[in-house]
């Protein structure tokens, strides 16, 4: 055993450890984004959310708004040859879900808000855990996160006239052409009256595997069995969409078909800002009930979190980056209204 | 040079120790980066997050057992009582944190309603405050492990560059 060291030596060995543990300090830091250059975070995107549309204490930083219902689906059996997943060939599967307007503002007015959503869960019998969050556009006007994150900046209401600027919006589309087939969808839809008459779409790609291991790709949706009517022009009622929601299941279960698109050889499956071609083949996969309706902020869907990344063995994700962002943002609002629900935040 | 076998860790608590020191570090960047990341990388490093995590927190419950099952060399009899205390203290810290970080890291996946990775059980009730505060803690308790590693990772390398009192070589892997 050696003698310890003494003057400069000493110092000197002191100073290069200390330098040694400031480094691994400030990598560390340097990881976690507290240091180095500025980047787009799942933590920036809330905060913009909010500063557009309100902080609300307790509520999901976007599609703030929404009811939690239940029902099960019905599997026809035709996707099980392209995914191993339970849900496609067990019988009756037990779905919880939330259908929900876009907005980070809980309060807004149903007929204000062209997007509308469905979020549901599927737990089938294996145990496994299927979620995915369901729009009514068929695309996203971008092909990733920082694309999205100029579209909420460029969407940023007018304090004068609460709604957003339109030169900066077309200055934004004049940015991206990839929002040519979302534009296109923009000017052509045309809003139901009823959240039951409403498609609703997973945007993003996913891979059915097999039980052989073979992979295909697909897009699916939720069609309604419900006919279509127009929303009306002028709608009175703040909660019009929750109220028609209530009235029709008074009446009788509300079904959809959940719908998968195949995508061909050459068709971009990273990319939720392109279609596919409208040939692509479909398999209808079965049929989901919805029988059930919670109060306002009630029911098993409130306290989840909706991560579209959340799969049962048989799908995968894409490498679509939107995908992957969602799950990253959709965890953040998760954290941050639990906090604020601990804190006695009541929503 | 042939040290007596007291002045040594037992060889598997050496390895267990490396083997957690390298996973440790590995988790904590993986951690804090995950966080505040939203590109193709996030679903990749939250899954090797919770796949270190399991792993922790078995070779932690191996390593403790090591711990109780062999005696573990003195520290230097000339080392001040105070530095004595703290690197008791700290060694016990660290203990705390490896067993509980994985634990509340699965108990705030289940209070959060989350399926669990390879079909594990949940260990505590779908209960969004009681996620809150798991959250939070998982969190704050990394931070305070981080530090801790680096105190840990300064006082290794003062006894073995500065004092030079065999304090390092105990846990030195190799004979």
């Known amino acids: 055993m050696s003698t310890p060291l003494n003057g400069r030596a000493r110092t000197l060995r002191l100073a290069v450890i200390g330098l040694g543990i400031a480094a691994l300090g400030a990598s560390f830091a340097y990881a976690a984004g507290w240091i180095g250059p500025q980047r787009l975070t799942p933590q920036r995107i809330i905060d913009t959310f909010e500063a557009q549309a309100g902080h609300y204490p307790g509520y999901r930083k976007n599609h703030a708004k929404g009811l939690c219902v239940s029902g099960y689906f019905d599997s026809s059996g035709q996707a099980a040859s392209w995914s ?12 919880i879900g939330r259908f929900a307007i876009g907005g980070a503002n809980p309060f807004s007015a149903d007929a204000s808000v062209a997007t509308r959503s469905l979020a549901l869960q599927f737990s ?56 040519a087939a979302f534009r296109q969808w923009a000017r052509d839809y045309k809003p139901s009256d009823s959240f039951a008459s409403s498609a609703f779409n997973s945007i993003n790609a996913f891979r059915l595997v097999d039980a052989a291991g073979k992979v295909q790709y697909v897009r699916w949706s939720l069609q309604p069995h419900s006919d279509f009517a127009p929303l009306p022009a002028q709608v009175d009622d703040r909660n019009f969409l929750q109220h028609d929601l209530q009235q029709r ?3 009788g279960p509300l079904r959809w078909t959940l719908r998968l698109t195949l995508a061909g050889a050459d068709d971009p499956v990273d990319d939720p800002a392109r279609p596919w071609p ?14 059930h309706v919670d109060a306002p902020e009630q029911g098993e869907c409130r306290d989840l979190n909706f991560d579209p990344l959340i799969l049962p063995d048989g799908i995968q994700a894409s490498a679509d980056p939107i995908l992957a962002a969602r799950s990253a943002a959709y965890a953040e609002s998760f954290n941050r209204r639990s906090r604020e629900t601990a804190l006695g935040a009541h929503p | 040079m042939n040290l007596h076998p007291s002045t040594r860790f037992h060889p598997l608590a050496r390895l267990l120790h490396w083997l957690m020191a390298v996973l440790i570090l590995t988790m904590l960047f993986v951690g804090v980066s995950m966080v505040a990341d939203l590109s193709p990388r996030h679903p990749w490093l939250v899954s090797l997050h919770k796949a270190i995590g399991l792993a922790l927190l078995v070779l932690v419950v191996l390593r403790i057992a090591t711990r109780l099952r062999y005696a573990t060399p003195p520290l230097p009899s000339d080392l001040p009582r105070l530095q004595q205390w703290a690197a008791k203290a700290s060694h016990l810290l660290l203990y705390g944190l490896m067993l509980g970080m994985p634990l509340i890291g699965w108990g705030m996946q289940s209070a959060g309603g989350y399926p669990l990775p390879w079909q594990l059980p949940a260990i505590a009730p779908h209960d969004l405050r009681l996620y809150a505060l798991l959250r939070a803690l998982h969190g704050w308790l990394a931070y305070l492990l981080f530090a801790t590693v680096l105190v840990h990772i300064a006082a290794a390398l003062v006894h073995g560059f500065v004092r030079r009192d065999g304090v390092l070589r105990s846990m030195w892997p190799g004979r």
Request: net charge neutral.
């Open chain 1, 84 to 95: 191993r997943a339970r849900v496609f060939s067990q019988s009756r599967v037990p779905v």
């Open chain 1, 124 to 179: 089938s019998d294996d145990g496994q855990r299927w979620r995915t969050g369901m729009n009514t556009p068929p695309v996203l006007a971008v092909s990733d996160a920082a694309g999205f994150y100029e579209q909420v900046l460029a969407s940023t209401p007018d304090p004068a006239t609460g709604k957003p600027d339109p030169a900066a919006l077309q200055a934004f589309f004049a940015r991206h052409p990839e929002s």
């Open chain 1, 249 to 251: 299941l008074a009446k």
């Open chain 1, 278 to 291: 409208v040939t692509r083949q479909q398999v209808d996969a079965g049929t989901l009930v919805i029988d």
